[in-house]
């Protein structure tokens, strides 16, 4: 194997796997990859689960860095005992677009799964987690229905089942939804089409109106792309999240029931700019968003900003989410939030 090649506050790394954004376990330790335009400077952050401040704070040498993209292995970490994020230094220069600030805790884009927010943390701090799956798909293949026979029932996860009227053993979850396949069957279709079941942050809007607490619902605000939404799980999935996801998918292709989508490419939850930095813009925010000549946010989405879906980062980014899914988790197919979007030029015309 290969040995380390530094050691960085006290721990023995050397450089990861380029070609694999995100977190990546090895067999001695988990590579980091991350790509960043504009940065000057990109450090590692280790959290002990839910702790407020980093237990370590790692650089990336400067001969880590290939290109745009950061790449590290840290050798003797166990995925199921931190937290990780990062944190960029770069140029700070709002009009030309510009918002690095090594103070700002940064969510990995690529992450499969993300922390729970700390005690007493800031509201938008989202670190990830490590996920190691080995679900078993068993035989299962794409069914390949030709579009035109498709019969597509479009549901929300939670919404379906959360009533007691369901009679599922666990409501508003994806299990509960797996229980609801014999009734689909009767219904006649052969394909779910999923309302967003990425990670979004249902506390982003809460508000009490009349009363009554209200949450972001839809999820229409993505926060993390690579992974489910953690609250429509039933059971805990601490670095395993997504495997009751799976079980739900498998099951439906055992019963001809195929697996769509809906996706929401066109914005994030990190809004404009009055809204949060947890992500994209301190890594690359005139990269990863269309800015106006004096760099404030195109707002085509009505939801504060608009992915600069042009850009071949971004659209690397898009398809690699798009494989991952298809991948990992065997989907059929996607329908796309405000598609249109997508197809607009660097100046925002379509």
């Known amino acids: 194997g290969l040995l380390p090649l530094g050691v960085v506050e006290g721990f023995k790394i050397r450089p990861g796997f380029f070609r694999m954004y995100g977190a990546c376990v090895a067999s001695n330790g988990v590579s980091f990859t991350i790509n960043s335009h504009g940065a000057t400077r990109c450090t590692l952050l280790l959290f002990k689960p839910q702790a407020p401040k980093p237990y370590a704070r790692i650089p990336f040498p400067d001969s880590y860095r290939i290109g745009d993209t950061y790449s590290m292995l840290v050798f003797d970490i166990k995925p199921d005992e931190f937290e990780y994020a990062f944190s960029f230094d770069g140029p700070y220069e709002p009009a030309k677009g510009l918002l690095f600030n090594e103070e700002n805790v940064l969510l990995d884009p690529y992450s499969r799964t993300w922390g729970e ?18 679900f078993d798909w ?3 293949k794409q069914l390949e229905q030709p579009f035109e026979d498709r019969v597509i029932y479009e ?24 229980d609801k396949i014999p009734y689909l069957k009767d219904l006649g279709i052969n394909a779910v089409e999923l309302m967003p079941i990425f990670e979004f942050d249902e506390m982003e809007s809460a508000r009490v109106v009349d009363g009554v ?56 939850a990190e809004g ?9 813009k301190g890594i690359d925010n005139n990269v990863y968003y269309m800015l106006t000549p ?6 085509f989405s009505g939801c504060g900003n608009v992915m600069n879906c042009n850009h071949p980062v971004v659209r690397n980014f898009i398809i690699d989410c798009l494989r991952h899914w298809a991948i990992e988790y065997r989907v059929d197919g996607f329908r796309f939030d405000l598609a249109s979007i997508l197809g607009r030029d660097q100046n925002g015309a379509p």
């Open 155 to 178: 549901t929300h996860v939670r919404g379906y089942t959360k009533d007691k009227s369901s009679g599922v053993s666990a409501p508003g979850t994806f299990a509960g939804l797996k």
């Open 213 to 268: 607490q209200l949450y972001n619902y839809w999820g229409y605000n993505t926060v993390s792309f690579f992974a489910p939404n953690t609250s429509y799980a039933f059971n805990e999935e601490h670095n395993h999240e997504g495997d009751e996801l799976k079980s739900l998918i498998k099951a439906l292709k055992e019963n001809g029931i195929e697996v769509i989508l809906d996706v929401v490419f066109n914005h994030t």
């Open 294 to 299: 004096d760099a404030h946010y195109y707002n």
């Open 117 to 134: 927010k700390p005690e007493g943390g800031k509201d938008f701090e989202y670190r990830a987690r490590v996920v190691k799956s080995s």
């Open 272 to 280: 404009n700019e009055m809204g949060p930095c947890f992500s994209f």
């Open 138 to 140: 068993g035989n299962i």
